[in-house]
């Protein structure tokens, strides 16, 4: 059974086992999707069926399991989500779909990768629960790559979040324009906006950098930013240099990061100037404290936009689909390490910012007004209909039965013989199998960040 997860401070969140609670769980696959999870649930709880001060709530929080899985650190950095990170629970795909069997959740969120909310949706619908549960499921930053592929891969929840006005548009395109139904489509915003409004502050002067696992990819790329970060510093001796790192070496975030600015910036020649710094923790505290936000995609950019934080795209690597920076055109923020060297400030677009979702204006508040109010409606509606992705065995037979196997689910979404894995009887098998899996989580991690870019570097000789 689930752990109760709570948050005594917020009457929406409680502990107690009532069954007139609107029961929610949260799956996600990584910390920050994690993150967007356990806030969604927070905010379409707000005033789905009677409103959380007549109608409680009780969130349970599952992590599923697989090389991205957050470790403590990561989850008690995420910040605060409302969500005891000490009472969640890593779960494998089967053993999530038991826990929705068995616990009778009115929703649940899939803050996940794609191919695990596709597998997900098949594998609930083949429970075929005579009264199941509402589906949410959402991105969790700047949709700039696969976006059909992403789409598609969620269709059939019965809520599919869009963060803002220009992803919601974006995304009903897609459904029409294969004959899938679009109705889930709703738009919102990121759920974890917030934050007290930029003003400058005498004697202080900060730029911080917010990393990406992911973007840039190459060693080469990744030094040259960490060079001029460096170097932006060493011009500016009065002004403090942030690098705002997701996680740590050997953690993985929801993108797999093979060389560490940590490792990287161990080799700057000359050593790291004074007030330059390697940061952690949530994007939010050390957003309370900048006066200029860098980077070259992240979806930080979008948290700094909404607190109105001078906020700047890198152009030096060019704007490229692949680094993401493309979304930003129009934006009037893409610049460069000169600019930035020699004083520029961008400026937004307000028009842009407008179909952002980053709610600037004040807006913020009311966001998530329309997805709520579909929530409450589903729930008060009577059954649901059977979930219905567009991908099924007839409509893309050479696509979904590898999808749904990686779960451990057949073609017909029901678990494959042998993978409903025997209860854990007693500590010491627990306590074995945990170290199993951190071992071979270890070695993954270790192929990832020390061979993998070997092997590379051999072949490029």
């Known amino acids: 059974m689930p752990p109760r997860t709570s948050n005594a401070a917020d009457p929406a969140v409680t502990p107690a086992a009532d069954s007139t609670a609107l029961r929610i769980a949260v799956l996600a696959d990584s910390d920050t999707r994690w993150k967007w999870g356990a806030l969604t649930a927070r905010r379409l709880a707000g005033t789905a069926g009677a409103g959380p001060r007549e109608r409680p709530v009780e969130i349970s929080g599952l992590l599923l399991r697989g090389r991205a899985t957050p ?4 989850l008690a950095e995420v910040g605060e989500v409302g969500v005891d990170a000490g009472r969640v629970r890593e779960v494998t795909a089967v053993e999530f779909l038991h826990t929705v069997r068995d616990e009778g959740y009115d929703l649940v969120v899939l803050a996940l990768v794609g191919g695990a909310v596709q597998a997900m949706l098949h594998g609930l619908a083949a429970l075929a ?3 199941r549960p509402v589906v949410v499921t959402g991105y969790v930053g700047v949709v700039y790559e696969k976006l059909a592929d992403g789409l598609l891969l969620r269709h059939g929840a019965d809520v599919v979040l869009a963060n803002s006005r220009h992803d919601a548009e974006r995304f009903r395109a897609v459904y ?8 889930a489509v709703t738009e919102a915003a990121l759920p974890f906006l917030g934050g007290e409004p930029h003003r400058a502050q005498e004697g202080r002067d900060t730029v911080v950098f917010a990393a990406q696992p992911s973007v840039p990819a190459s060693r080469a790329e990744r030094t040259y930013l960490l060079r001029r970060l460096v170097e932006h510093a060493r011009l500016h001796p009065g002004r403090e240099v942030l690098l705002k790192l997701r996680s740590k070496p050997g953690e993985h975030t929801t993108h797999i990061e093979e060389l560490p600015y940590q490792r990287l910036a161990e080799r700057i020649p000359g050593g790291l100037p004074p007030n330059f710094r390697l940061v952690y923790g949530h994007m939010g505290e050390v957003l309370d404290r900048t006066d200029l936000l860098v980077t070259v995609s992240s979806t930080a950019a979008l948290e700094s936009l909404h607190r109105r934080i001078p906020t700047a795209i890198l152009s030096d690597l060019g704007v490229r689909e692949a680094l993401g920076n493309h979304h930003f055109i129009g934006s009037g923020l893409i610049t460069s390490w000169d600019h930035l060297d020699g004083g520029f400030r961008p400026e937004p677009d307000e028009e842009w910012l407008a179909g952002q979702g980053v709610a600037a204006d004040g807006s913020y ?4 007004d329309t997805a709520r109010a579909r929530v409450g409606d589903l ?8 979930l219905a992705p567009y991908y099924t065995p007839a409509t893309a037979p050479g696509y979904l039965p590898g999808i749904l196997a990686r779960h451990h689910l057949g073609p017909d979404g029901h678990p494959l013989p042998g993978a409903t894995a025997p209860k854990e009887t007693g500590r010491v098998r627990g306590a074995v199998r945990e170290t199993v899996r951190n071992a071979a989580r270890g070695a993954y991690r270790h192929g990832v960040q020390r061979v993998a870019p070997v092997i590379r570097r051999m072949g490029e000789l």
Not at 71 to 74: A, G, K, L
Not at 365 to 368: D, H
Not at 379 to 386: D, F, N, R, S
């Open 71 to 74: 470790t403590p650190r990561q």
């Open 129 to 131: 629960l005579p009264r």
């Open 176 to 183: 029409e324009g294969v004959g899938a139904d679009a109705s």
């Open 365 to 368: 508040p009311a966001a998530y």
């Open 379 to 386: 729930l008060a509606g009577g059954p649901l209909p059977a």
